[in-house]
Structure formats: structure tokens, C-alpha cells
């Protein structure tokens, strides 16, 4: 029963993560960096706090007695991931949903399932399983197999790309994404789904946190929610950061109070698509707590958003037009990548 809450939890959460930039194609007239950080403000400003109150709400003086050191590894990974959630949004904006979203989610899952055991190899801690063990191990063995299966869908699922940019060129009306740019969207995309894959680390580092809300008698299903507080505040500084260049750059501050563009809606669907983005964690780390494997927990999370983000970008049309070989490498380089995923999964629970 707890395996099938957790898979429901995560089917969840997965939806809202594949669905939440949904929410921002109803945005006008505001740039990229603005209609982004007001999203992310929800997402890990405004609305992690608020759930944690909600659930644990001794969640403060959880963190408060918490030692330093861990505070700071989650916070460092929060940082790390944050960049790649900053540069998630631009990968989705010259790849597609569709695209974009495999090819991000791909690398996520591969290296959120990698990074934790290479953690554990430079910093040894009992219980927890590094690189060397991994190789050592059937089941470590069949993650690097997995991985390397990951990069192989990746590299077909660029190549379909690269047959959609050409085709498009040589007919511009067959697509909607008029920012379409293979290159240009793969490299952030790499970099966006690397990175990505901190925050499950991020989890791990943060494990002290959600223990303690445990032990202090709140309920398990939400004990994640304590380490999230900690966790976004990263994501939050490093947006913060470049988007705030970027309207230094651009000049696109005055978009926040721009009564030439619909403000209130522009504010909701903004606000919106942050909540949506946080609600895949809230339910992630419920599915987490059913599971109990953190590994495994991630892979089916981000085999969950795969598919989502598939669906919307056959919603969006944007693979109207393209060629039938080119679908098919798209299909082809996807069930790949699903494999993979499900390999890894495999891989982890084997203890």
C-alpha cells in the first residue's frame, strides 16, 4: 500500500512539475527575467514557509537547532541546483516542452542518481553508498548502465532536434517555436540538467532536518517540507541574482508596473506557475516518505515529468509539420530515455 501511495504521490507531483511553465505563455508583454522571478518569489519564497506552517509548523526552531554545517551543504546545493533551474527556463524556451524537457530531465536523472555516490567517495559517511561502491555492486553497476543508456537517448533525442531545426528553416509556418534553437538550447540544456540534479542531494544533505520534524512528533508524510525552506532559499538567491542583471541589462524593470501589459493577469498566471512549480516537491517528498528511497524516489519523479511535458508539447503542436523520421527519432530518443530511467530505478533499489 505504501509503494502504490508513493507512486501516486509522485505521479502527482510529477504532473505539476511537467505542467507548471504551462501558466507563463499567459504572460504578456513582460520579458523572460520578469514574468521568471515572480514565479520563482512563489516558488521558494512565499510558498515553501507557507506549506511548512502548514504541516510542521514547529518548522523554524527545527532549523534553528540545526548545525551549521549541514544548513550549509543544503544551502550549497540549493545554490547549485538553482542555477540550474534558472537556466531550466531557458532550455524549455529554445527546445520546447517536449525537447526541452526530455533532454533536461534526462541528464537530471542520470546525475541526480550519480552525484549523492560521489559525494559519499570524497566525503565517507556510514550508511551511505559512494562511487567505488557502486561499481563493486550488481545494482550500482546497472545505474552506471542506465546512465550511459541516458546519454545515449539524449544524443537521439538532439538529433531529432537537429532535423526539426532544419525542417522548420526551410518552412518557418510549420511550428509555433519561433525561438527554436537546437544549439543554442542543447548547451543550456545540458548545463540546466546537470545541475538540476543537485537538489536531490540537496534532499539527502538536508535528511537531519526532516528526521528531527519526525521525532518531534509531526507527521512523516511531511517532513520534507522542513529541508525545502532551506533548500529553495538557494534556488532563490541565485535567480534573484541574474534576473536582476538582466533587467539591469535589458532595461526591463519597468515591466512590473507596465499598465500598458495586463498586470493582474500578468501577476496571476506568474504566481500561479510558481505554485504549480513548488506542489511537485510538496508531493515529492510525500511520495519520498513512502518509498524510502530517495534514489528511486527521484528517477520515477522525473520519468513522471517526461511524460507530462510530452503531452503538453504534443498539446502545444510542436512537432506539428516535421517529417515522420523525425518523429520517430523524437519517439525513439524518448522511449530511450525512459528506459534508462527505469534501469537506474531498478539499479538503487537493489541495496
Not at 537547532?65 to 524556451?93: D, K, P, Q
Not at 507527521?219 to 541565485?238: H, S
Not at 527521484?298 to 507530462?308: A, E, G, V
Amino acid at each position: 500500500m505504501n509503494a502504490l501511495l508513493g507512486v501516486i504521490f509522485h505521479s502527482i507531483g510529477g504532473f505539476a512539475s511537467g505542467s507548471f511553465y504551462m501558466p507563463f505563455n499567459k504572460v504578456k508583454g513582460w520579458a523572460w527575467e520578469s514574468f521568471w522571478i515572480v514565479g520563482g518569489l512563489f516558488s521558494w519564497l512565499i510558498v515553501p514557509p507557507l506549506a511548512a506552517w502548514l504541516t510542521v509548523p514547529g518548522f523554524a526552531e527545527i532549523i534553528s537547532a540545526t548545525s551549521g554545517r549541514i544548513i550549509s551543504i543544503t544551502l550549497m546545493m540549493g545554490l547549485l541546483w538553482g542555477i540550474g533551474g534558472l537556466t531550466y527556463g531557458l532550455g524549455v524556451r529554445y527546445l520546447g516542452m517536449s525537447l526541452g524537457n526530455s533532454v533536461i530531465l534526462g541528464f537530471c536523472s542520470a546525475f541526480g542518481a550519480l552525484v549523492p555516490s560521489i559525494y559519499y567517495n570524497i566525503n565517507p559517511t556510514p550508511g551511505k553508498i559512494s562511487f567505488t561502491d557502486m561499481l563493486g555492486h550488481s545494482g550500482g553497476q546497472l545505474v552506471l548502465i542506465g546512465v550511459a543508456l541516458c546519454i545515449t537517448g539524449i544524443v537521439i533525442m538532439g538529433k531529432a532536434g537537429l532535423r526539426k531545426e532544419k525542417e522548420i528553416t526551410k518552412a518557418p509556418n510549420l511550428t509555433g517555436d519561433k525561438e527554436f534553437s537546437i544549439v543554442k538550447g542543447l548547451i543550456i540544456a545540458t548545463l540546466s540538467g546537470i545541475l538540476s540534479s543537485f537538489f536531490n542531494f540537496g534532499i539527502e544533505a538536508g535528511k537531519p532536518m526532516a528526521e528531527a520534524a519526525v521525532v518531534a512528533g509531526f507527521n512523516p508524510l511531511f517532513q520534507n517540507n522542513v529541508t525545502y525552506v532551506v533548500l529553495l532559499w538557494g534556488g532563490l538567491t541565485t535567480n534573484l541574482i541574474w534576473t536582476t542583471i538582466l533587467h539591469l541589462k535589458n532595461k526591463t524593470y519597468g515591466n512590473f508596473t507596465d499598465k500598458k501589459t495586463p498586470l493582474l493577469n500578468n501577476y496571476f498566471f506568474a504566481a500561479l506557475a510558481g505554485t504549480i512549480w513548488f506542489m511537485q516537491f510538496f508531493f515529492y517528498g510525500m511520495g519520498e516518505s513512502k518509498l524510502g528511497n530517495g534514489a528511486s524516489s527521484w528517477i520515477l519523479h522525473m520519468s513522471t515529468i517526461i511524460l507530462t511535458a510530452n503531452m503538453w508539447g504534443l498539446y502545444r503542436r510542436e512537432w506539428k509539420g516535421v517529417s515522420k523520421a523525425t518523429i520517430w527519432t523524437f519517439i525513439v530518443g524518448i522511449t530511450v530515455i525512459l528506459g534508462s530511467v527505469f534501469i537506474v530505478g531498478i539499479g538503487n533499489s537493489m541495496k
